[in-house]
């Protein structure tokens, strides 16, 4: 068996509800992932839930649950949620599984033997929000802790340590030798500024019993449960494991629970992530893969915020979007493609329902659902749906689109694709009103030319399904099915120009995106 393109969300904390940041970091990948099966290649898409640690633990306590009950009926809205965005994953990790748990205590049961980890006293400040230790350094110049931090406790306390410091100018030289690891390049400046300018702290891998014990037990010392962090990295290697990937088990010294099913995944093709855990992802885990003998990921891809309405979204003051509600009114494809075409990235960006809407009404019902209803309609009554013999006219534009969308897809460039294939809905609808194909149709001597005209437009929407499969898969089907298509519209090499066969019989055409009412702002 081959290797897949194995690629990853971030873990999310089960302390409450999903919103828009969750759901785009969610599409973003799965756009990805679908990007390379259309591409031919086979793929692993993982995501999941990140279950212990004080933040978790302290919301079951606000609720009057047991943690694991509290997280369990979490763990079922969150699944939920990963349907209603129609995630392709393939796999669904929550940090309480027994078959992540059991990784966990290999990994730190090695590292340990193997010199990795010290115990030592640590005297000094604890954000309890963040559930990390805070030095002067991280005092702003009036003395006072970032108000992000929340409440900062003294603490005096034994714990283990990572030696981590010992392997920064390794990691150094690897990222200067590996530009692509961390993307886009600002953020791998970020990186490379820090660990140039900082010496590394060694890492505080567990907390003691008595103040949390939700964590999973460090076997080696009872007294202690390992630091959230730790615990949920391991999540990119502990599902390979569980999967039967046979360079994770090597790794771990470990079997394969069935030796015929394993599933090659790692090293892992893309970690997808925000922007406020590149460190965690850049720096830590990097580490802690050299020192298990692993292989580093390929990418680090760090997307940026969003934001409501030029504010931070927050649940104290209401201001957030809630994606379900969204969709719920406008569509899944609808907010997929807005989010992915709104945000490129990189960059943070800003949700106003002003915006959504507009975007909605120009681009997909103007551009898009009208393109495709509208070509779809005149071939219906013009031809009664038979596809005319091929024609060529919007052959070459269209075929140089699509491998720029290719090229595009190899590189996780999404917003570029959606301009690429969005310059063909353009170019189409422009052809609509140059050919006037209705004006055509009222004159018989003219009749060759309307075909040619219904061939390139029908064979245009035949295409775009085929390009547009990865960012709104329900919209493609659709318009498969309108065209009376039954394969599925997955595979990109199928898009070369030319595809629709003359006296081809259509299905039935639709609105794909009806007109809405836009927000008075
Ligand atoms: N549990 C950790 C991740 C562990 S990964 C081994 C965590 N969870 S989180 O729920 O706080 O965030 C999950 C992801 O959502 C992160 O990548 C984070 O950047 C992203 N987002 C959370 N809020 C966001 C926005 N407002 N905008 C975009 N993404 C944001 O961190």
């Not at 009036?142 to 108000?147: L, N, T």
């Not at 010294?253 to 855990?277: M, R, Y």
């Not at 494809?333 to 809407?357: K, M, S």
Request: glycine share 6%; hydrophobic share 40%; proline share 6%.
């Amino acid at each position: 068996m081959s290797k897949r393109f194995y690629l990853t969300t971030a873990i999310d904390y089960t302390n409450g509800q999903p919103h828009l940041g969750h759901a785009y970091e969610k599409i973003l990948t799965d756009v990805i992932a679908r990007a390379h099966r259309s591409l031919g290649e086979a793929v692993f898409f993982l995501t999941g839930l990140d279950e212990h640690g004080q933040k978790v633990q302290q919301a079951a306590l606000d609720s009057s649950r047991k943690p694991q009950d509290y997280c369990d009926d979490l763990a079922a809205t969150w699944k939920a949620f990963a349907q209603t965005l129609n995630l392709s994953n393939d796999d669904f990790v929550r940090t309480s599984e027994p078959r992540h748990k059991a990784v966990v205590q290999t990994v730190l049961t090695q590292l340990h033997a193997a010199g990795h980890f010290y115990k030592a006293q640590y005297s000094g400040f604890y954000s309890l929000k963040e559930e990390t230790f805070l030095t002067d350094k991280d005092r702003r110049p009036d003395g006072s802790f970032d108000p992000g931090y929340g409440e900062v406790v003294q603490l005096v306390e034994d714990n283990y340590y990572f030696k981590l410091k010992a392997w920064q100018s390794w990691l150094i030289e690897y990222l200067e030798a590996h530009p692509d690891f961390i993307q886009p390049s600002q953020r791998r400046n970020e990186v490379l500024g820090l660990l140039n300018h900082n010496e590394l702290e060694d890492l505080c891998i567990t907390r003691p019993l008595a103040r949390l014990n939700w964590g999973i037990p460090l076997p080696f010392d009872e007294h202690f449960v390992t630091y959230v962090w730790f615990d949920a990295l391991v999540n990119y290697v502990s599902v390979p494991a569980a999967q039967g990937d046979p360079t994770v088990l090597a790794a771990l010294k470990s079997e394969s629970q069935n030796p015929n099913t394993g599933i090659e995944l790692w090293p892992a093709n893309i970690h997808v992530i925000g922007k406020d855990i590149l460190k965690f992802h850049a720096v830590y885990w990097p580490i802690m893969l050299k020192a298990m003998g692993l292989p580093l990921p390929q990418q680090i891809l760090a997307h940026g915020w969003w934001h409501k309405d030029g504010q931070k979204m927050s649940k104290s003051t209401g201001n957030v979007v809630d994606p379900v509600a969204i969709i719920k009114d406008w569509g899944v494809d609808a907010f997929r493609y807005y989010v992915v075409r709104e945000l490129d990235i990189g960059p943070d960006g800003n949700w106003t329902d002003a915006g959504f809407q507009a975007r909605y009404n120009a681009e997909l019902a103007n551009g898009l659902g009208n393109l495709v209803n509208r070509s779809l309609s005149m071939l219906k009554r013009y031809r009664q749906g038979i596809v005319p013999p091929c024609s060529t006219e919007l052959g070459e534009e269209v075929n140089r689109a699509i491998e720029r969308v290719r090229s595009h897809f190899r590189a996780s460039r999404l917003q570029p694709a959606l301009l690429d294939i969005w310059s063909i809905v353009n170019r189409a609808n422009q052809y609509v009103d140059q050919t006037a194909p209705f004006k055509l149709a009222k004159d018989p001597g003219k009749a060759a030319r309307l075909g040619e005209v219904l061939y390139n437009l029908a064979e245009t929407c035949r295409v775009l399904a085929v390009l547009l499969w990865p960012f709104i898969p329900d919209t493609a089907d659709k318009i498969f099915a309108q065209l009376g298509l039954t394969e599925s519209p997955d595979k990109l090499n199928t898009a070369a120009w030319g595809g629709l066969p003359a006296g081809h019989q259509i299905g039935e055409p639709a609105a794909l995106f009806p007109k809405k009412e836009t927000a008075k702002t």
